[in-house]
């Protein structure tokens, strides 16, 4: 495993949620930055270990939706969150969802975890 992978998936979830809280409507973090970053590691976690599970199963639909599929995948990561920590998250409607998977989309693609080689 890549460490140094798993580091970058970590902070771009927990930087992600964060940003997201910031500038999104109808995202609320009502936690402590210590609990943030514990959210964002759990995230980060899903994001390493299950997404690439669920991708490679969900190949045959990920052609015929020519990979909108894998935006639906995202979006349930973050949804799961909202889920396990409902104290601490919320999430209020699918487009407040959306635009939270696409800042941790976009960050993930700003700081390289799309081509990470090592």
Do not use: Q, R
Request: charged share 10%; with cysteine; glycine share 6%.
């Amino acid at each position: 495993m890549h460490i140094g992978k798993l580091l970058l998936h970590i902070v771009v979830a927990t930087l992600g949620l964060f940003l997201a809280s910031m500038i999104v409507p109808g995202v609320e973090i009502y936690c402590t930055y210590s609990t943030l970053i514990i959210i964002g590691t759990v995230l980060g976690l899903i994001n390493f270990f299950i997404k690439p599970m669920l991708k490679a199963i969900s190949v045959p639909i990920m052609i015929l939706t020519l990979g909108l599929s894998s935006l639906i995948i995202n979006m349930a990561m973050v949804w799961l969150i909202d889920i396990i920590f409902p104290a601490e998250i919320e999430i209020y409607g699918i487009i407040p969802l959306f635009f939270t998977t696409a800042i941790i989309w976009i960050l993930s693609f700003l700081l390289g975890l799309h081509n990470y080689k090592k």
